[in-house]
């Protein structure tokens, strides 16, 4: 890995990945032949792109019970206990609405009330993620919604990875799809003879999986535009070169695109960290995808000072950042922007991907700046109530009137002098 020197109030930026003209081009067809022919153009796709020519679109109760079956029984235990866990973590995140009572039995309030149906997608291709199907649903059960659908590209044998099943079954979702790519969004927001449509489209996929969702937006709902992953960590001299090695490869490893950067007070950290990394990659079995990822979007940065290391991670704004320092509580709370924050040695970013119960869907491309991780109000809209009496509207209606008329808005101010008196 490339090694640095920081210079003193210097912003990190990470190159982003927006896609280009082409596959603009072909993701926008897929949508428009979605649209138009349904199932048979996603058949077609399908067949085109992952290598198989599904009869049925829909898993199975038979095929769910085959993937159940397939999967140890120590690691369905783990997926039980890591749903466990994400549930009571985003359990803490559900809000109810509020009445704020005003004179004379006037009052305001809000109501929050979860989506009828979202659309979840699970990636798949490269590695089989049954977390995500963790992460993407519990929160969207918290929050209440009804119709849960999931759609994840399968394998060229025509079925999903064991793992996704085995997750959708210990989540009670039976409406799973096995299609993937631009035609399995096209599906979730127009809908075609077999697949209805929903409200709002989530989870991480490929580059054209984050251009559909762009280009679907308005007619749904999307989380976010998912970019490769990332990770950075702060690390000082207390830090273990082969441990921050090793976490830096954890994200390298998802994708050729994907971005891992270390910050350190430390150049002998800086230097060993660097031949770790050499060394660990040699073993890795993810080996060509972790290097280009390492070579093209890694770096070692050397701070002066750990405000300095603290202000650079500030401007990259990452999707993951560990910090592994003395007093490492006291310098994440110096921490503004970073989709989610791992204090501590043994708080490695995996811990979060899986288990701890904290959701790992969360924003890239710096928009940690503005974004947050998929939580429980992702699922939720709120509306605004109001209830005013007769003697609240007398006292205001002079006021509001008065507001619409400077506005040049003579209808609103009749509307609401229109009332106040019996009526025939």
């Not at 095929?63 to 994400?86: M, P, S, W, Y």
């Not at 993620?129 to 649903?137: A, G, Q, R, T």
């Not at 491309?365 to 939720?380: C, E, K, P, Q, Y």
């Not at 609240?392 to 008329?405: D, M, S, V």
Request: net charge negative.
């Amino acid at each position: 890995m490339k090694i640095t020197k920081l210079a003193k109030g210097i912003s990190l930026k990470r190159p982003l990945e927006g896609g280009n003209e082409e596959q603009l081009k072909i993701v926008r067809q897929v949508l428009a032949d979605v649209r138009a022919q349904g199932d048979s153009a996603i058949r077609t796709y399908t067949e085109k792109w992952d290598g198989f020519a599904p009869d049925n679109l829909r898993v199975t109760k038979a095929e769910i019970k085959e993937g159940v079956e397939a999967i140890d029984a120590q690691l369905f235990a783990d997926l039980t206990e890591a749903a466990h866990n994400i549930r009571v973590y985003h359990e803490q995140q559900k809000r109810s609405g509020y009445r704020l009572e005003l004179a004379d039995g006037s009052w305001l309030g809000q109501r929050i009330t979860a989506l009828d149906a979202v659309g979840l997608y699970v990636p798949g291709g490269t590695a089989a993620y049954p977390s995500s199907v963790l992460m993407n649903v519990i929160p969207a059960q918290v929050a209440g919604v009804e119709r849960i659908v999931i759609t994840s590209p399968a394998g060229r044998d025509g079925k999903l990875p064991a793992g996704v099943l085995a997750a959708a079954h210990i989540l009670g979702v039976e409406e799973v799809y096995k299609i993937g790519g631009a035609q399995a969004i096209a599906a979730l927001a127009y809908g075609t003879e077999t697949i209805q449509a929903v409200d709002k489209i989530t989870g991480p996929g490929n580059i054209y999986v984050a251009l559909a969702k762009r280009e679907v937006f308005g007619e749904v709902a999307i989380d976010m535009i998912a970019g490769p992953s990332e990770i950075a960590v702060i690390a000082d001299d207390t830090a273990f070169a082969d441990e921050v090695a090793a976490d830096l490869l954890s994200q390298a490893e998802h994708d050729k695109m994907a971005c891992a950067i270390l910050v350190t007070t430390s150049e002998q950290l800086a230097h060993n960290v660097a031949l770790e990394v050499e060394k660990q990659l040699a073993t890795l079995p993810r080996e060509e995808v972790a290097r280009a990822s390492i070579e093209n979007f890694g770096a070692i940065y050397i701070a002066e000072t750990m405000s300095d290391a603290v202000e650079a991670i500030n401007s990259l704004a990452p999707e993951h950042l560990e910090i592994v320092t003395k007093n490492a509580e006291a310098v994440a709370e110096q921490v503004r922007h970073a989709g989610g924050i791992f204090i501590g040695r043994y708080s490695s970013e995996p811990v979060g991907d899986y288990f701890a119960g904290t959701n790992h869907v969360l924003p890239t491309n710096s928009t940690a700046r503005f974004a947050s991780g998929l939580n429980v109000d992702d699922f939720v809209k709120k509306s605004s109530i109001v209830y005013y009496t007769e003697k609240t509207w007398a006292t205001n209606a002079p006021k509001i009137a008065r507001l619409a008329r400077m506005e040049g808005l003579e209808g609103h101010a009749r509307a609401v002098e229109s009332r106040g008196w019996e009526k025939e």
